[in-house]
């Protein structure tokens, strides 16, 4: 969902504003391998190994016939489709980061860590993610209970029958089933009205802490990237706070273009990102063609003054 926080610059942020370069249009033309901001990056999108609809071959295919030439998959607390897409894109001639986003609550809030580059054999991020999924399965039931009192019965096992993945049935696959069903027009009504705290059909959930994400991430030989920073519903100082604690921890990039960025964000997190010595990402947050800001390939362009993290790969 679009929970904004304020547009105001960090505070003590002196970046000037023409530090940042003006093109922002969504699309990457031409490329020059010298320079990775020519390069039609890609490196936050979902399977229906977590909340997707498509399955991780078909990503890398539609990611290919939009122009992406460089992609991750990052699926929520998941590495199962990681091995399926990257022999796609392999046999596409895509290069493949394999990635996942981790769940966190901070403050009150579930923030969302992408980890790239990372092994998917690495032990202490298996058995993290392992206890992060843990407590899932309970909580959707849950949410199926509370639907099913405010007239929805059989919630749970719609949501279920959606999931590619029966131990990660999340809210937006109760959101796909509620719309199925016509109790509203689309996901984000239903969010608005049964899914975020104060609706029926929320149930809160305890997920990593900050520093344990980002260490199972590092501990994994990646990177970990704070990601569409735009979205968490904090105050200035508390966004400050969050960008400290998470550069403290080991985080080394902020996802400056996402899909569901403005443009006066891509610019405002780019200034963030140069004054807190982040790297910059960029990614679509694609999960379905119906539902998605923007398309594989079509977050914003990344300004020329920031670093692109995938100078890495």
């Known amino acids: 969902m679009s929970n904004l926080i304020a547009d105001d610059p960090i505070a003590d942020n002196q970046v000037a504003d023409d530090q940042i370069a003006k093109s922002t249009t969504d699309v990457v033309s031409g490329s020059d391998s010298r320079d990775p901001h020519t390069i039609n990056a890609d490196l936050h999108c979902h399977s229906f190994y977590s909340d997707g609809t498509l399955a991780p071959a078909a990503l890398v ?63 202490d991020l298996i058995a ?5 999924r843990s407590g899932r399965d309970a909580r959707a039931r849950e949410m199926g209970a509370q639907l099913a009192a405010v007239g929805h ?28 069903r016509g109790a509203c027009d689309d996901v984000r009504a239903v969010f608005l009205k049964y899914l975020v705290p104060g609706r029926p ?28 920073p735009a979205r968490y519903r904090v105050g200035e100082l508390a966004l400050t706070t969050m960008i400290e604690e998470f550069r403290t921890a080991g985080g080394e990039a ?19 990102a140069l004054a807190e010595g982040l790297e910059a990402s960029r990614g679509s947050d694609f999960h379905s063609p119906i539902e998605s800001h923007a ?11 920031v670093v692109p993290v995938w100078h890495r790969w």
Request: charged content about 20%; aromatic content about 6%.
């Open 61 to 123: 295919q539609r990611a290919r016939a939009n122009g992406v030439q460089l992609m991750a998959l990052t699926d929520h607390d998941e590495l199962g489709g990681l091995a399926e897409a990257a022999e796609a894109a392999a046999d596409l001639g895509v290069r493949f980061v394999p990635g996942v986003e981790v769940s966190v609550s901070w403050g009150g809030e579930t923030l969302h860590i992408v980890g790239l580059g990372i092994d998917p054999g690495a032990p």
């Open 128 to 132: 993290g993610l392992t206890g992060v």
């Open 153 to 180: 019965p059989g919630a749970y096992e719609g949501a279920a029958a959606l999931a590619g993945n029966a131990g990660l049935v999340s809210r937006t696959h109760f959101a796909r089933w509620l719309v199925e």
């Open 201 to 228: 059909g929320y149930v809160p959930h305890h997920w990593s802490r900050l520093t344990e994400a980002v260490g199972w991430i590092r501990a994994a030989g990646g990177v970990a990237v704070l990601a569409h």
């Open 254 to 272: 902020i996802e400056v273009a996402s899909g569901s960025h403005t443009r006066d964000q891509v610019r405002r997190f780019a200034r963030i």
């Open 295 to 305: 398309d594989l390939g079509y977050a914003p362009v990344l300004p020329d003054s």
